[in-house]
């Protein structure tokens, strides 16, 4: 049992509603109680004490939309989404076909993505089992959170990096037996997105999804116009790019798009009608030129956040809250830092139906934490000393931090190595 103590950020519901605590109890991987100071050392006298002072203690950043076998491309010059994904993205992704390399640039992805304080990713892998494999064995050994689909390409996509209809769904439901609720690990049907997947293999993931209603499926949608239009082309008979994936089953409760950025009225109608999720990943729209997500449909739809790893130019949460926030000022509309927060935390967790378990400090959440100093840097720092309340010491480090400013993360109440700091 464990005391820590700090600025304890929660909220109570939505982003409306945050809270400042200050410390919660820990045990056995979960959050067992949240208060002042006094109240919990009076009520918890057995428990070790850790007392991270006026660093700010809140739930480990969850990152809706990430392709962890694109670490190693991140940040490569130049490309539109279409040409990004030939030049850079297919060539790295058919090196997954060798589990030895699968593994090794997943352990490097959970490094980094620690050391930034994300204690929950939701991936795409690559068309080879192996690569999901890879991932979920290297979560499970660190006692993580975290969902991952084997990527399903048929068409458009070069060779060795194709699967067909009948394989996609015999190695997803393979792969979804295998490790769907083994631990803390949960497996997302995963169709790369409409392009390279054709009209029947779209459908044979729609009756895998049927099979197994209580999982996510994820996939990408209206990310640029280049792209819509090539959905036109391919797909004559749909009424818009959603109705490709709404036609074959693949559009309801747990459905998660990433981008949706470009989207019809009729496509957002029916996005709130199926209770489906959307993923911002900003730092991705601006860096592959994209478009300015439209954070107004928070108010209706399930919205989380995302790095988008590596079409995104960060690992850090922080850096990707920094981005949603100038694509909402380039919008007109500035986010509040407490709605960049809970997007990264609450938002995100929700957008993936698992806010009961991860995303919040609360009594019976699962104790991912992370710890972040609000002064990281000299610049940071002199920016929060005329700071009267909370969120203008938080949005100092929204704007300018990074992994310097995590100071500790635990992975369901382990202290996790690897960061800059315990203490
Ligand atoms: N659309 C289809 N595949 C991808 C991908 O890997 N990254 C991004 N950003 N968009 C995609
Ligand atoms: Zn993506």
């Known amino acids: 049992m464990e005391l820590l103590l700090g600025q304890v950020l929660g909220f109570d519901g939505d982003h409306t509603a945050p809270r400042i605590d200050e410390g919660l109890v820990l045990d056995a991987g979960r959050i067992v109680a949240v208060g002042s100071a006094d109240r919990l050392r009076r009520d918890f006298p057995q428990a070790r004490v850790t007392d991270h002072g006026r660093a700010l203690i809140s739930a480990g950043f969850v990152d809706a939309h990430v392709h962890y076998a694109q670490t ?4 490569s010059w130049g ?11 297919f060539p790295e992704e058919m090196r997954f076909a060798d589990p030895a390399y699968a593994a090794d640039v997943a352990s490097r992805y959970f490094d980094l993505t620690l050391a930034n304080g994300t204690t929950t990713v939701c991936s795409y892998a690559t068309i080879h089992p192996e690569s999901v494999d890879a991932f979920f064995a290297e979560a499970q050994a660190r006692g993580l959170r975290a969902f991952a689909g084997k990527t399903c390409m048929d068409r458009n996509a070069p060779d060795g990096l194709r699967d067909t209809v009948q394989s996609a769904y015999d190695d997803s439901k393979r792969l979804l037996e295998k490790w769907h609720g083994r631990d ?3 497996y997302v049907i995963t169709p790369r997105f409409s392009p390279t997947s054709t009209p029947e293999q779209l459908e044979a993931l729609g009756a895998l999804w049927r099979e197994y209603s209580d999982c996510l499926m994820q996939t990408h949608l209206s990310e640029q116009t280049d792209e819509i239009a090539w959905v036109k082309e391919l797909f ?3 009424r818009d790019y959603l109705d490709t994936y709404e036609a074959q089953g693949l559009l309801r409760e747990g459905a998660v798009f990433g981008h949706a950025i470009h989207l019809t009225e009729r496509e957002k109608a029916r996005l709130r009608e199926a209770g489906a999720s959307l993923v911002h990943c900003p730092t991705s729209n601006t860096f592959i030129g994209s478009g300015l997500f439209d954070m107004g449909l928070a108010q209706t739809l399930r919205v989380g956040l995302a790095t988008d790893t590596g079409g995104g130019s960060s690992f850090s949460m922080l850096r990707t809250m920094a981005a949603a926030y100038e694509i909402g000022q380039l919008r007109g509309n500035p986010i509040h830092p407490s709605q960049l927060w809970w997007l990264a935390t609450q938002g995100s967790a929700r957008a993936l139906r698992a806010e009961h378990q991860i995303g919040n400090i609360a009594v019976g959440m699962e104790a991912d934490l992370v710890v972040v100093d609000l002064a990281s840097t000299p610049a940071i720092e002199q920016a929060t000393r005329r700071a009267d309340d909370i969120w203008q010491a938080v949005f100092p ?3 300018m931090g990074d992994d310097r400013a995590i100071k500790a993360v ?3 109440g382990t202290l996790s190595s690897g960061c800059r700091s315990a203490g």
């Open 184 to 186: 803390r690990l949960s």
């Open 410 to 412: 635990y992975v369901g």
């Open 236 to 238: 004559p008979q749909s």
């Open 79 to 89: 490309k539109r989404l279409i040409d990004w994904l030939n030049t850079y993205t």
């Open 72 to 75: 190693a491309i991140i940040a």
């Open 397 to 399: 480090t929204i704007m």
